[in-house]
């Protein structure tokens, strides 16, 4: 007598850490192959990745500081690098690991592995960008002469730590929304744009007035940048509004791993 197997997808939806750690080799192997990808038949490779900043920098300091004389509490070329080195990690972790499960289309029809690797090692990717962006931010700061608190040691990791988990709560939702409504490649663009706009860079949030300030930081960036800029300036932490972002941030990621666990079980059908 033949017997007869049914697949169906699971009734509950369970986030299996000891599965992803079980294929932590599969990770770095993502990992790896994203930043051969991302840097083959490049002349400068890796230094890209200070030399998009050290632009930006250069081109806002001569828009907005020369031009409209905004006072952010430190010299400007530090502050917006600081800024443009955590945005770094955030823009770009959002922008791959939206893309990332239909660039790995092939592999995900023909073999099983946790899903949730692929855009998660486009966050390591993203990371290790910011860690080089992050080590010309100390250059900067001696060129400067930029004094920075002890806090540093604690601010710092949180802040990147806020960054990363946003960026992955974000990108994870993107991505197993691409897979079946490719119109969310079309407004990402938008979406990036807004956010960097409402994200302290090229401005400070202490800087501006009314409650249209507290509700920038709706947006999870703008409290790891308050904590970021903390140790290098004398404003008072903006509790509640690191609190509103830390919230934001953990409703995206209950959002995005939730859909994502949802939905994965389809993507080899619809990719």
Request: charged share 10%; glycine share 6%.
């Given at each position: 007598m033949?017997?007869e197997?049914?697949?169906v997808?699971?009734?509950?939806?369970?986030?299996?850490l000891?599965e992803?750690?079980?294929?932590?080799?599969?990770l770095?192997s993502?990992?790896?192959?994203d930043?051969?990808?991302?840097?083959?038949?490049?002349?400068?490779?890796?230094?890209?990745?200070?030399?998009?900043?050290l632009?930006l920098?250069?081109?806002?300091?001569?828009?907005?500081?020369?031009?409209?004389?905004?006072?952010?509490?430190?010299?400007y070329?530090?502050?917006t690098?600081?800024?443009?080195?955590?945005?770094?990690?955030?823009?770009t972790?959002?922008?791959?690991?939206?893309?990332?499960?239909?660039s790995?289309?092939?592999?995900?029809?023909?073999?099983y592995f946790?899903?949730?690797?692929?855009?998660?090692?486009?966050?390591?990717?993203?990371?290790?960008?910011f860690?080089?962006?992050?080590?010309?931010?100390?250059?900067?700061?001696?060129?400067?002469?930029q004094?920075?608190?002890?806090?540093a040691?604690?601010c710092?990791?949180?802040?990147?730590?806020?960054?990363?988990?946003?960026?992955f709560?974000?990108?994870?939702?993107?991505?197993?929304l691409?897979?079946?409504?490719?119109?969310f490649?079309?407004?990402?663009?938008?979406?990036?744009?807004?956010?960097?706009?409402?994200s302290?860079?090229?401005?400070?949030?202490?800087?501006?007035?009314?409650?249209?300030?507290s509700?920038?930081y709706c947006?999870?960036?703008?409290?790891?940048?308050?904590?970021?800029?903390y140790?290098?300036?004398?404003?008072?932490?903006?509790?509640?509004?690191?609190?509103?972002?830390?919230?934001?941030?953990?409703?995206?990621?209950?959002c995005?791993l939730?859909?994502?666990?949802?939905t994965?079980?389809?993507f080899?059908d619809?990719?």
């Open positions: 033949q017997s197997i049914k697949i997808p699971p009734k509950t939806i369970s986030f299996d000891g992803l750690w079980e294929n932590r080799e599969l770095y993502f990992a790896r192959r930043i051969k990808v991302k840097y083959k038949q490049t002349y400068l490779g890796i230094f890209w990745v200070v030399l998009q900043p632009l920098m250069f081109v806002f300091y001569f828009v907005f500081f020369k031009t409209l004389n905004i006072n952010v509490g430190i010299p070329p530090v502050y690098f600081a800024g443009l080195v955590l945005w770094g990690l955030f823009s972790g959002i922008t791959h690991s939206s893309e990332s499960l239909l790995s289309s092939q592999i995900i029809r023909k073999i946790p899903r949730l690797l692929i855009p998660l090692a486009s966050l390591l990717t993203a990371m290790i960008d860690l080089v962006a992050f080590a010309l931010l100390f250059v900067l700061l001696i060129i400067f002469r004094p920075v608190s002890w806090k040691l604690y710092f990791p949180i802040a990147t730590i806020i960054t990363f988990i946003s960026s709560g974000i990108g994870s939702l993107l991505a197993a691409n897979v079946k409504y490719r119109d490649r079309y407004l990402l663009p938008f979406g990036i744009q807004l956010l960097f706009f409402s302290q860079i090229v401005y400070s949030i202490h800087s501006l007035e009314g409650p249209f300030s509700l920038l947006n999870p960036l703008n409290g790891a940048l308050e904590i970021f800029y140790p290098m300036q004398n404003y008072e932490l903006n509790f509640t509004g690191v609190l509103i972002s830390v919230a934001t941030t953990i409703v995206f990621l209950l995005g939730i859909y994502f666990k949802k994965e079980v389809y080899a619809l990719i």
